[in-house]
């Protein structure tokens, strides 16, 4: 059984910078795919970045040249480096793995505000 558990996540001016981790545990494929995504109340859950496990990476328009994913393969972790955050950018914030295309799974999630 996979699981994924975000930590990082917290209150900050705008302007501020955060540092999401996302630590996935159990039996892991090394095919895969892992990423970040929001929802803010009310709204869909949108994505926000992804990285292979060869890393490369793709982000949201709305991310590009603010957001930063990584992850370290050693420990089946992946970061994402907020900084010049925005109140748009407040939301719940959760971590997505993706083995081999197919399965998929879900952290619980991690509150990130952004105060004007």
């Known amino acids: 059984q996979v699981q994924l558990v975000e930590s990082g996540g917290g209150l900050v001016q705008v302007g501020g910078s955060l540092r999401l981790s996302c630590a996935a545990s159990g039996s892991i494929d090394s095919i895969n795919v892992m990423g970040w995504y929001r929802q803010a109340p009310g709204k869909q859950r949108d994505w926000v970045a992804q990285?292979?496990?060869?890393?490369?990476?793709t982000y949201a328009h709305s991310v590009q040249g603010r957001f930063t994913i990584s992850r370290d393969n050693a420990k089946n972790t992946v970061f994402l480096q907020m900084n010049s955050l925005k109140p748009e950018d407040t939301a719940v914030y959760y971590c997505?793995?993706?083995?081999?295309?197919?399965?998929?799974?879900w952290g619980q999630g991690t509150q990130v505000t952004v105060s004007s």
């Open positions: 990285i292979t496990g060869d890393g490369r990476t």
């Open positions: 997505k793995l993706i083995e081999r295309g197919v399965w998929e799974y």
